[in-house]
């Protein structure tokens, strides 16, 4: 009790509830502790004045309603203290106040009196210069306040939108948001979406923070209002990555999380579906995922938030590329929860790319193997997701199994609903589906739906619906009858009511065609079956279905055993009305006109039509002699008569609202797989003439039906395999949904020209890529594929190993057209040969040849103004007050590669070539480390090299040339280059932007364009003609004098982008 503010009797009371061994030991507790609160909450009737204990001990106020709390949290009645909690949410103590609103929000109902008693205590706090009671009084009124309180409480809320407290303010806006879910009349959508886009802009980063939750829930209801924020969330998140909040937003190193995961999600809510909204995502989606990436879990959880987004917008096949490298980063963790994240979302990105499930069969394999079975769970998901024609059995046998060892119903439920989807779907064979149906039944059919089964038996009896396969048809049925006719030695017990119902159904119809069994085997192995138990644990309608079973074989036999006999007349004492009446009838027709029984059950009619006189003209002789001897006429109700002259006065009228002319009959009619309808008692014996006609030999019982029908049912569309003339389930004529041209397996893209493929392969880290959002990924350099080492050799597999190679082959077939080879590294291109000149000719200068022509006009993804400015607008010079990052939309060829290329001069002799292996980057190091100039750990051993004293920056032994471009032509290469490297400097060297734009001339870059209003410029470079750098800096002035530069380097290559950030932080110091 040392140090504890509780009072012995709530310890006590405390302590007994934490050891109370039943519910009925707990009640006596609450019980008393019921009695002792009313008697120190109630107040004395007497001649003194005597007050209760809240008046006379405000110290233990807060207790006893707490006290009291508990009561309601445990079931019991403590409505004798709300009003001591009104009374105390009206205390000029804070605490009390507090502690009054709280209880009165948990414990009063909606519909409770005592609410409108806090209206005018709310009002005053609501007004109130105390900013606690303030706050205190919002926290309230979201709970507390009901529809017809709003108009009350509304003006006073919006009204602290204005405060001059952040905390306030931001209560202020949660609250208005949840009047508008409560009465929209009041606070309408219209004033909703006006004051979180003020609030957006609040200079407080929480009231920010708190409005993106008001957000988010608007736009899942509506997102059109706030389409055109996509450039303010960009900008917003944009500041978040590079560290513009407080320090106090920070989550281990990582700057504000939250936010980062909340803007995203808003995000990936607008832009799905929009390629217009979504264009404005991509580079700050990519950089970022690249910047989260910093080990720890708060970054882990903005890489899969960014995934997801990915997944949810319009595609893009970079950040398809980048989110899918960021998956394997999750699978490939020891920890459980990073691996649920990466099978989580790797199904989200299969669902619609399944290619690029194809480098993690064996990571899916181990999770689908491993113990912990909510990691089991979510792998089974992701089967379910990435399922194909091809791989359709091995996943349905996965899923099966699964569901045989499971115990949770729910699971069991969901379960179950899958694998009934992709049976139906990717079916490769009717015959499979059947097995595979009826093994489902056996497993789970407690939660099978009853249309999976009258699917099952639509397609056993109409097959394939060609009269050309009739004889697949009838060896599908063969199949299914002894599929179900040995089931018939399980107890009922052991047979769910779907199964056995299925069972009775299929062998009633097409018990003569088993191979294995006779007619009078089955028939007394059904009759066997009904009185295992004596019908008891059956379900009636499942008895019901097997007598009419029983009563079937008997017609198809054309003799009744003892045996059926014995089974009938025990029915007919039924107390079940239908059943009992099923077997009189049944034994009438037996005894008074067995030679009808054939006609009234014929043999495989279940797809018959039956014969409707919708006049009833059989009973014109019964009506009329009713009539003679005096009864009275039929006439229409009056309401019909009405309706009827409304009809025919609407015909005089010629306004008839409805179409009378029918629509033209098809040339040929169609059906579905599971479009017939099955009766248990068709009239018709077309069914006879089909299995004659397939020389399939009819029961003894099973003649010719002379009443039978000669109207023909529609025959159910089908297909034949054209190769192997196996019969195709066609269910519902659905195919595979994916996002693909060519189908599941798409084609590899074929590859570029060795003229286009000089562009360097870039050291790529976890976020960085080669190619532009959008265009397609660059050959690889010959320079590199030469420099490549030789493949290792494979080692020696184990069989444990092999038999998971071959459990994926199965799993991922259909997603890849075939297997995953090591890659090997390409032959160098042949080189170009060049013009002949008098000097010696040194070694070759790659000439950046045009790349191929793209098939569709790619969008700048950096042109912020896409949102108000139509694509074709024609480029125009930049404005002095303009943002130079944003370009003006060019046309496909005026770009980089249709510029005049410059003359390249004969470069010296150049020295040895180093060792790239020691510039490139970790892969798992920080990609940051280097920049922040305090640890050499991760910096390579030739970089020091690189820091000559010589300003020209040189790389890999290549000095850094100008790159001549415009401003207009800046921002495409912008968006093509994926690997960023900012650094920011105090300096006092550098403190104009003259002497920053001096400085990059220095260099070797070229200077596109500098803007003296906003302290920014912009240069270009290239090294060996195939690698691009482009550099962006901005300078702002320090009081203390010198300047703070921020640069910006992209490249579409990672070490040299990093290799110049470090130069120039250097330079600039």
């Not at 050309?468 to 769910?496: M, N, Q, T």
Request: proline share 8%; net charge negative.
């Amino acid at each position: 009790m040392s140090g504890m503010h509780l009072s012995k009797e709530f310890f006590e009371l405390l302590k007994a509830i934490g050891e109370a061994r039943s519910k009925q030991e707990e009640d006596r507790i609450i019980v008393k502790e019921v009695a002792t609160l009313k008697k120190k909450l109630e107040t004395p009737v007497s001649k003194k004045p005597v007050q209760n204990a809240l008046a006379t001990n405000r110290k233990k106020a807060k207790e006893f309603l707490v006290r009291l709390l508990y009561v309601e949290m445990l079931g019991h009645d403590g409505s004798f203290g709300y009003i001591k909690a009104v009374e105390l949410a009206a205390s000029s103590s804070i605490i009390h106040k507090r502690t009054g609103y709280l209880v009165c929000s948990a414990c009063l109902a909606p519909e409770h009196e005592f609410r409108f008693m806090l209206v005018n205590q709310m009002q005053r706090d609501l007004q109130s210069t105390n900013v606690l009671e303030t706050c205190g009084s919002l926290s309230a009124v979201t709970k507390i306040i009901t529809s017809d309180m709003v108009p009350a409480i509304s003006g006073e809320v919006t009204k602290l939108l204005e405060h001059s407290s952040e905390t306030v303010r931001k209560r202020a806006i949660v609250a208005l948001h949840r009047f508008h879910q409560i009465a929209p009349e009041v606070v309408s959508k219209e004033e909703m979406v006006e004051k979180v886009r003020r609030s957006l802009c609040d200079r407080d980063p929480s009231v920010m923070g708190s409005t993106l939750n008001v957000i988010q829930a608007l736009c899942m209801a509506d997102s059109l209002p706030f389409k055109d924020l996509v450039p303010s969330l960009v900008s917003i998140l944009k500041q978040v990555c590079e560290h513009r909040l407080p320090s106090d937003f920070d989550y281990h190193r990582v700057p504000a999380p939250w936010i980062q995961m909340k803007i995203v999600r808003i995000l990936s809510i607008l832009g799905a579906g929009d390629a217009n909204s979504s264009n404005g995502m991509y580079e700050i989606l990519a950089d970022c995922m690249k910047r989260a990436d910093v080990g720890i879990n708060a970054g882990y959880a903005i890489i899969y938030e960014c995934v997801r987004c990915i997944t949810r917008i319009y595609p893009n096949p970079v950040l398809l590329d980048q989110a899918a490298e960021g998956i394997s980063r999750f699978l490939s963790s020891r920890s459980q929860n990073l691996r649920y994240l990466g099978v989580t979302g790797l199904a989200a990105i299969v669902e619609g790319h399944p290619k690029y499930a194809a480098q993690h069969q064996l990571a899916v394999i181990e999770c689908l193997e491993d113990t912990d079975e909510t990691l089991q769970r979510k792998t089974l998901d992701l089967l379910y997701r990435m399922t194909n024609p091809v791989n359709v059995e091995f996943i349905t046998d996965r899923l099966l199994t699964f569901l045989k060892d499971t115990t949770d119903p729910y699971l069991r439920q969901d379960l179950t609903l899958k694998i009934c989807n992709i049976a139906e779907r990717y079916a490769p064979s009717n015959a499979w589906y059947v097995k595979t149906a009826t093994n489902l039944f056996g497993i789970a059919g407690e939660v099978v739906r009853p249309d999976v089964a009258q699917n099952l038996m639509s397609l056993i009896a109409e097959g394939t619906g060609d009269e050309e396969s009739e004889e697949a048809d009838i060896e599908l049925r063969r199949d299914a009858v002894e599929i179900y006719a040995a089931l018939l030695d399980r107890p009922p017990a052991k047979i769910p009511k779907v199964l056995a119902e299925t069972m009775a159904w299929v062998l009633g119809e097409y018990a003569y065609l088993s191979t294995t069994f006779s007619l009078e085997v089955i028939l007394e192995k059904m009759c066997i079956f009904c009185k295992k138990t004596g019908g008891a644990r059956l379900a009636p309608s499942t008895r019901r279905m097997l007598l009419t079973a029983i009563m079937k074989l008997v017609a198809q036999a054309g003799t009744c055993p003892p045996h059926a006999a014995k089974v009938v007349d025990e029915y007919s004492r039924s107390r079940d009305a239908d059943l009992q009446t099923r077997c009189l009838e049944f034994q009438t027709v037996l005894t008074s006109a067995p030679q009808v029984l054939g006609e009234i059950l014929p043999v495989d009619a279940s797809c018959e039509d039956v014969m409707v006189d919708v006049n009833l003209s059989f009973l014109d002789g019964f009506v009329h002699d009713a009539v003679v001897n005096g009864a009275k006429e039929y006439e229409k109700p009056e309401d019909d008569d009405d309706d009827e002259a409304m009809y025919d006065s609407a015909k005089v009228g010629g306004s008839s609202a409805f179409k009378m002319t029918p629509y033209e009959k098809p040339t040929k009619p169609t059906a579905g797989a599971f479009g017939g309808n099955m009766r248990g008692m068709g009239s018709g014996g077309s069914g006879q003439a089909n299995a004659g006609a397939a020389g399939v030999s009819l029961p003894p019982g099973g003649g010719a039906n002379p009443y039978a029908s000669t109207v023909s049912g529609p025959s159910a569309s089908g297909g034949v395999d054209p190769t192997t003339g196996e019969p195709q389930l066609m269910l519902r004529n659905v195919k595979a949904n994916v996002w693909s041209k060519g189908g599941v397996s798409s084609a590899q893209a074929p590859t570029p020209p060795a003229a286009s493929a000089a562009t360097a392969t870039p050291v790529t880290g976890f976020g960085s890529s080669s190619a532009g959002y959008g265009s397609p990924a660059p050959a690889p350099s010959p320079w590199a594929a030469a420099q490549q080492p030789a493949a290792p050799v494979e080692p020696v597999k184990t069989a444990e190993q092999l038999a998971r190679e071959r459990q994926a082959a199965a799993l991922f077939g259909g997603i890849i057209s075939q297997p995953t080879p090591v890659p090997t590294p390409a032959p160098p291109a042949p080189s170009v040969p060049k013009a002949p000149v008098s000097a010696p000719a040194p070694a070759p200068v790659p000439v950046p040849a045009p790349p191929p022509a793209p098939l569709a006009p790619e969008v700048d993804l950096l042109d912020m103004s896409a949102w108000d400015a139509p694509a074709s607008t024609a480029a125009s010079a930049p404005s002095l007050d303009s943002d130079m990052l944003t370009p003006t939309p060019v046309g496909l060829n005026d770009g980089l590669v249709a510029l005049e290329p410059e003359p390249i001069l004969p470069q010296p002799e150049p020295a040895a070539p180093a060792d790239t292996s020691t510039l490139a980057v970790d892969d798992n190091a920080d990609p940051f480390s280097i920049l922040d100039g305090g640890s050499d750990a991760n910096t390579p051993a030739s970089l020091p090299t690189l820091l000559a004293t010589n300003s020209t920056f040189e790389y890999e032994g290549t000095k850094l040339a100008p790159l001549s471009i415009t401003t207009a032509q800046f921002g495409p290469q912008w968006g093509s280059c994926t690997s960023t490297s900012p650094i920011s400097v105090p300096s006092t060297k550098i403190d104009t932007l003259a002497k920053f734009m001096n400085l990059c001339e220095s260099i070797g870059a070229h200077l596109v364009e500098s803007i003296a209003a906003t302290n920014e410029g912009i240069c270009a470079g290239m090294i060996g003609g195939s690698k691009i750098v482009l550099i962006h800096g901005k300078i702002s002035p320090t009081p203390g004098g010198g300047a703070k530069v921020d640069v910006m380097i992209k490249s579409g290559d990672s070490g040299l982008a990093g290799c110049l950030a470090m130069f120039l932080q250097n330079m600039i110091r």
